[in-house]
């Protein structure tokens, strides 16, 4: 699933928030795209989206993506090696080795979250510069 153009390069719970975490990616080895893994609304598996911003005008309130990918095959690729690597987290968590009918092996993330530390650090970590 990984290329030489997409690289995963962490999952962090986030517990003190409605969402399950924030994935991050490199892009071309140059950009670093964080994304926000949330519940589906039937809690069967999880949706990957981009952060957004609120913009409200004369029609409403509208949610505009922060950026997008131009492509749809590397915006599947993008969401499938999140869901397997976010699967992969959840799995290793509760020591299963495939994932259930819901994607998380029989872990539980709504109930781990409330025993996980508040803050897990990954804007540092990831913002570091990296020496060739």
């Not at 995963?8 to 409605?18: G, H, Q, R, V, Y």
């Not at 069967?44 to 131009?70: R, T, Y």
Request: charged share 20%.
């Amino acid at each position: 699933m990984e290329d030489s153009q997409l690289e995963f390069l962490a999952f962090d719970e986030t517990p003190a928030e409605k969402y399950l975490g924030v994935a991050s990616i490199r892009f071309f080895g140059q950009i670093i795209l964080r994304y926000k893994v949330q519940r589906t609304k039937d809690g069967n598996g999880i949706f990957i989206a981009a952060p957004s911003f609120k913009k409200v005008d004369q029609s409403g309130e509208h949610w505009c993506q922060w950026f997008m990918l131009d492509s749809m095959s590397h915006n599947e690729t993008v969401t499938n090696l999140i869901k397997t690597k976010v699967k992969a987290h959840y799995n290793s968590r509760s020591g299963g080795s495939s994932c259930d009918q819901n994607g998380f092996g029989g872990y539980n993330p709504s109930s781990a979250q409330k025993a996980a530390p508040a803050s897990n650090g990954w804007g540092s970590q990831l913002l570091s510069p990296r020496t060739a």
